[in-house]
């Protein structure tokens, strides 16, 4: 069986996100078709989902202006895997503490946008991550603080004391970018080893 992805393509980075899918799911041995998704109607068809980074402010704007909002949330109610990224994780927390990000609480989180800093502040580090055996290249770029995670959600890495990475059910949300390194672990952790959700 093919594999149907979709990546929310309103706003951000896209085509790495593509590519990392495609590896991870050739790890698996599994053929997969990469849906880049501007309109409603594309998500139902399917089985995994990525909300890349990019700008809160605007991916939210323009994820509620489509309707892919709320396909995002049936999404997730059916239990099938999602992973969010940097200013995806933003859109996807309980709250983002700015009025401009309408959040879709599929993550029980709260997260401050660009806490870890300005642009110029974007820095890499070796990360370890519960269920990676070897550390992980994180790229961080103006990357949100998870500020304050519910009791349903595991933390499966921390920088500086504080979760960088978390998995809520059938959603993992990273704070960084696992998408600008040739290492697709991350998305193969969220997408074919999660067994809290149903590929
Ligand atoms: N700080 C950005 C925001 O609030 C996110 C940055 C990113 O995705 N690299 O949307």
């Known amino acids: 069986m093919t594999l149907e992805a979709g990546v929310v393509a309103v706003q951000g980075d896209v085509s790495e996100h593509a590519d990392a899918i495609r590896r991870a799911a050739a790890n698996h041995g599994e053929e997969v078709v990469v849906h880049e998704v501007r309109k409603s109607g594309v998500i139902p068809e399917c089985d995994l989902l990525l909300l890349p980074g990019g700008e809160s402010t ?12 709320e396909e995002i949330v049936a999404h997730v109610d059916a239990e099938k895997p999602v992973l969010a990224t940097c200013a995806g994780l933003i859109v996807a927390s309980r709250d983002a503490h ?93 997408f074919f080893e999660n067994e809290e959700a149903s590929l």
Do not use: Y
């Open 58 to 69: 605007a991916i939210s704007r323009l994820l509620a202006r489509e309707g892919i909002d």
């Open 98 to 190: 700015d009025e401009r990000v309408d959040t879709l609480d599929i993550v029980d989180a709260t997260v401050d946008r660009n806490a870890f800093g300005r642009q110029v502040d974007s820095f890499e580090a070796p990360l370890d991550v519960e269920g990676l055996e070897e550390p992980f290249p994180a790229v961080f770029i103006r990357a949100p603080l998870i500020a304050d995670v519910g009791d349903g959600v595991d933390v499966l890495a921390t920088w500086d004391d504080k979760p960088v990475a978390v998995r809520d059910g059938p959603v993992v949300g990273t704070s960084f970018h696992p998408e600008l390194t040739a290492d697709a672990r991350i998305h193969d952790l969220a």
